[in-house]
Structure formats: C-alpha cells, structure tokens
C-alpha cells in the first residue's frame, strides 16, 4: 500500500472513531480545508510530517500512534 493511502485511511479512521468531519479537524488542526482534504483523499504523495503532527495534536494523539497500526506494515515507497 502506497504512504499516502495508509495515511489517508488512518485519519478517515480515527476521524469515524472520534465522530469529527473533516471541515471540523480542519479547524481544530489549524491546516487548510484543501490539504487536509487532498491528506484525506489520499491525493498527497508527499505529506509533510509537520501536517501529521498537527493533525495528531487536534486529535489529541502521540505521533507514535498515529503510525502505530499495521496499516504501515508494508508501505510502498513512492519517489
């Protein structure tokens, strides 16, 4: 699985666990609609980890559990 599907994935998953629309973790995350939107699309090849990260803050997760699933076990490089 490419990185930027697994990551697309993960944050539709927890967004669904914690009952939050995209627009609202855009808000929360501090980030704009549109790159949260091409994250969640899994459009992004190239996220940036500081996007991850704040998007972990306004979930209030720890990066290390972000990735921490086994939707990252085998990931394809995309460079």
């Known amino acids: 699985m490419k ?3 697994a990551i697309s994935q993960k944050i539709l998953k927890i967004c669904k666990e914690k009952n ?3 627009n609202k973790l855009a ?8 790159t949260l939107q091409s994250l969640m699309a899994g459009e992004s090849s190239n996220p940036k980890l500081l996007t991850i990260i704040r998007i972990c ?9 972000f990735f921490d699933d086994e939707i990252f076990d085998n990931i394809e490089r995309e460079d």
């Open 3 to 5: 990185l930027s599907i």
């Open 20 to 22: 939050i629309t995209g």
């Open 27 to 34: 808000s929360i995350c501090c980030i704009t609609q549109s």
């Open 57 to 65: 803050d306004g979930l209030g997760i720890k990066l290390k559990d």
